[in-house]
Each structure stands twice: as structure tokens, then as C-alpha cells.
């Protein structure tokens, strides 16, 4: 099932938080990562589904990815 996009919080611009989606295509980990060093990225926020060490061995993880191909922090939320 697809779901729709998050929209972020209403007040989050009058708080000064910058957000930006690009839908782009190729290896998510890749293309997220050169995104994120081509722009100036200072910080990449992503999404953990808690899938567990098994689950996240055998399908991979586009985080944990991400997180080894740049040397930019990585915050993830759960």
C-alpha cells in the first residue's frame, strides 16, 4: 500500500526548519548521499521501520547504507 507523502509540520518554516523532496531515481542510497554532498548538505534525516537484525541483514537497509557512503552525520528516527 502507498502511502502519501508526510507533510511537515505547519509552524516548521516559521521556525526556521529548512526541508526540502526530490524524487529522483537510481540506488536510493547512492542518489541520497550525492544529493546530499552535491547541495551542501550539512545533516541527513531519515527513517528507521525497525525491521531488526535479521530482517535488516537479509532485505539491506537504504539508512545504514547511506550512513557508510557519507561522511555527513545522519540522524535516524524511529
Given at each position: ?17 529548512a526541508y526540502s523532496k526530490h524524487i529522483m531515481i537510481g ?52
Amino acid at each position: 500500500m502507498r502511502r502519501p507523502w508526510p507533510r511537515p509540520a505547519p509552524d516548521s518554516k516559521a521556525a526556521g526548519l529548512a526541508y526540502s523532496k526530490h524524487i529522483m531515481i537510481g540506488e536510493a542510497a547512492h542518489a541520497i548521499a550525492d544529493y546530499a554532498r552535491e547541495h551542501g548538505g550539512t545533516l541527513i534525516v531519515m527513517g528507521s521501520r525497525g525491521l531488526g537484525s535479521v530482517a535488516g541483514i537479509l532485505l539491506g537497509s537504504v539508512t545504514t547504507r547511506v550512513i557508510h557512503l557519507t561522511e555527513l552525520p545522519v540522524l535516524v528516527i524511529k
